[in-house]
């Protein structure tokens, strides 16, 4: 398989995620009972593959479990419970636009959590990124923007996408695991972290569940969680980090066109006032920002 196929596959896989989420929470599954039972199929499934690993790892574990924690309370538990609370009050088209300030967001916490400076450049693409954010959670209007009348799915996303941001810097802490004990373990961790919120705030029987809720969380398992999770490291290792962080960005694509064909939502234009402000601003913090850092470095 070509190696660009591992970074598009996991794009792919994500974005049926959320055409997934938003038809079955629409169907009137909660996001606790999804997020729950998605998770828990997984780490059934990968423990067998995963215990020789656990195994080997068992004193790094030990050692870094407060952190391994934190890392499944923030990239386990709240992202994915927070996204699909998210999708019961807001849109896929939404969901991913917002989502997709994700490589912003990851600026901004590296320079909180790990000092790590901006250039001028990187200060503007946040700038008019967010300002694409403002602009979509607005809906484009001045009058909603004056009088706060922000959905709370799109609060629910973007808190989803800070959790995200904030697991992405601190995994520059991640313990030097193999990847499939890593995955593992923080499922499991994740996991056992949202037992207690099932079993508080789930509303769904379990019974009444259809065969194809139950499709769409094997779907979820099977696809989202564990074939994008093996697919994206092969493409990093493959490609490099960078190249990845490109492909990130072919998610909202993704995730509008199938939203458009399978939910039937409308692209308005503050969506694409939104988009041309997003891109452009990780464009600029990201890809402009490495080129021009390369030219200057270059060998005269």
């Not at 989420?21 to 998770?39: C, E, L, N």
């Not at 423990?47 to 934190?70: E, N, T």
């Not at 499944?72 to 991913?96: K, Q, R």
Request: with cysteine; aromatic share 12%; hydrophobic share 55%.
């Amino acid at each position: 398989m070509p190696a660009f196929m591992y970074l598009l596959l996991p794009i792919s896989f994500w974005s049926g995620n959320y055409i997934l989420g938003r038809a079955t929470v629409s169907a009137g599954i909660d996001p606790y009972t999804i997020s729950f039972f998605r998770w828990s199929l997984a780490c059934l499934l990968i423990f067998p593959f995963a215990i020789k690993y656990i195994r080997d790892d068992i004193h790094l574990i030990k050692k870094h479990f407060p952190i391994l924690v934190l890392l499944a309370f923030l990239g386990i538990c709240n992202y994915n419970l927070f996204l699909y609370v998210g999708l019961t009050s807001t849109t896929v088209t939404n969901a991913v636009l917002l989502n997709s300030l994700m490589p912003v967001m990851i600026l901004i916490t590296a320079r909180v959590l790990l000092g790590s400076k901006t250039n001028k450049l990187q200060n503007i693409g946040i700038l008019i990124s967010t300002l694409g954010a403002l602009v979509i959670v607005c809906r484009g209007s001045i009058e909603t923007l004056l009088h706060l009348t922000i959905s709370s799915g799109d609060l629910w996303i973007i808190t989803a996408a800070v959790s995200w941001a904030i697991y992405s810097v601190l995994l520059t802490k991640r313990p030097p695991m193999h990847l499939l004990s890593f995955f593992a373990v923080t499922a499991m961790l994740g996991t056992s972290i949202q037992l207690p919120l099932f079993l508080l705030f789930a509303t769904s029987n379990v019974t009444e569940l259809t065969v194809s809720n139950w499709g769409a969380i094997i779907y979820m398992t099977l696809f989202a969680s564990i074939g994008a999770f093996i697919c994206w490291n092969i493409g990093i290792q493959k490609l490099g980090a960078t190249t990845a962080g490109h492909f990130v960005h072919l998610l909202p694509v993704f995730s509008i066109f199938l939203s458009t064909i399978f939910l039937g939502e409308t692209i308005h234009g503050f969506h694409g006032v939104g988009i041309i402000l997003i891109f452009s601003g990780i464009g600029i913090a990201t890809v402009l920002n490495q080129q021009i850092r390369k030219y200057a470095h270059r060998p005269t």
